[in-house]
């Protein structure tokens, strides 16, 4: 059974940068697309990046894309988010989400791949701030 752990949020300063990471275990990440989401207090989760099983297509949300960037290692079962110029608007917990693939590395994703539903391992998440 995949199990998935997100660490690496802080509080930062506006502008700067932090680089989330998700680290799997229980299952080899080759047969996993990853998304990465967030969520304010009293607001519902947003889905803001994905990332296909052999890391070959990626897709960013309009808030995110040009700062933030995901990436993986499958052989260190490792996803992680770089996320730079960071704003207030940026505050939230972050959480990673993995969904099966049929085919390792021959996925591809595209702006349908932030659906939750889609999701069915979630990591616990970690919180950044941004203060104004």
């Known amino acids: 059974q995949l199990q998935l752990v997100e660490s690496g949020g802080a509080l930062v300063q506006p502008g700067e940068s932090l680089r989330l990471s998700c680290e799997a275990s229980?299952?080899?990440?080759?047969?996993?697309?990853i998304a990465w989401f967030r969520q304010v207090p009293g607001k519902e989760r947003e889905g803001i990046s994905c990332i296909s099983s052999g890391g070959q297509s990626t897709y960013y949300t309009d808030p995110v894309k040009g700062r933030f960037t995901v990436s993986r290692i499958n052989v260190q079962n490792t996803v992680y988010l770089q996320m730079n110029t960071l704003q207030a608007e940026d505050t939230a917990v972050y959480f990673c989400a993995a969904r099966r693939v049929r085919a390792r590395f021959r996925d591809m994703v595209y702006d349908d791949c932030i659906g939750q539903d889609r999701y069915n391992i979630w990591g616990q998440g970690t919180q950044v701030t941004v203060p104004s």
């Open positions: 229980g299952a080899s990440l080759d047969y996993y697309a």
